[in-house]
């Protein structure tokens, strides 16, 4: 039995994954370095900041001396876009609401900073409906590793199969899965409805899903 819901927030309930690509690259382009479209979406996408930049010491050569100062930017330029373009959507609104008088628990596991996640919900009129918020500070691996969702499993005091997980990256889904939670697969913040949220969690009820 479902007994609590967790989203991923980036692309899943705000269309973020735009404004991390640019505040990186306009970060890493301070110091002669860049992400392209292609790799963004094919490797990087997903994966919280200090990940990148590890890949890119890695792969690229980017003096590992300069990540603190490169994610301290990055996260400076991220909640700079927010602030501006972070607007409430009714269908999420409308979508926590009726889960929340379904009577279950909401949660949200990003690889994101707790500050980016809190401004991004806050300014979206989401914030007051979850119960815990995970971000990429509250544990040691981010994902892929399951353990995001496995702390916010424990925080919201039920077990991971009773959770349904909204995922739309490889990185969430495989940390969701290994996890042992449910999993609903959305495209991009549009399929986050509660017609939608309703089926699934239909079907998990029924089987597993």
């Known amino acids: 039995m479902i007994k609590a819901v967790i989203f991923d927030m ?15 690259n306009r970060a890493l382009a301070l110091f002669g370095f860049t992400i392209s479209r292609y790799d963004h979406l094919i490797t990087f996408d997903g994966l919280p900041t200090r990940k990148k930049l590890e890949m890119l010491t890695r792969e690229q050569g980017l003096p590992a001396g300069l990540h603190s100062l490169i994610n301290e930017l990055k996260q400076q330029y991220t909640l700079e876009l927010a602030t501006t373009r972070c607007r409430p959507l009714f269908q999420h609104e409308y979508t926590l609401a009726q889960i929340k008088s379904a009577g279950l628990l909401l949660g949200v596991a990003s690889n994101s900073v707790r500050s980016s996640i809190e401004t991004m919900l806050g300014k979206a009129r989401l914030l007051s409906y979850f119960d815990t918020i995970v971000s990429n500070q509250d544990v040691r691996r981010p994902k892929p590793d399951p353990e995001m969702y496995l702390t916010a499993a424990a925080r919201l005091g ?3 199969e009773e959770c ?3 995922e739309d990256n490889h990185h969430g889904i495989t940390a969701a899965e290994v996890a042992g939670a449910h999993v609903m697969v959305v495209g991009g913040i549009a399929d986050v409805t509660w017609p939608n949220l309703q089926k699934h969690l239909a079907v998990c009820t029924l089987s597993p899903c």
């Open 10 to 24: 980036d692309g899943v309930l705000i269309d973020a994954k735009e404004w991390h690509y640019e505040a990186l």
């Open 158 to 160: 039920v077990a991971p």
């Open 164 to 166: 349904l997980v909204v």
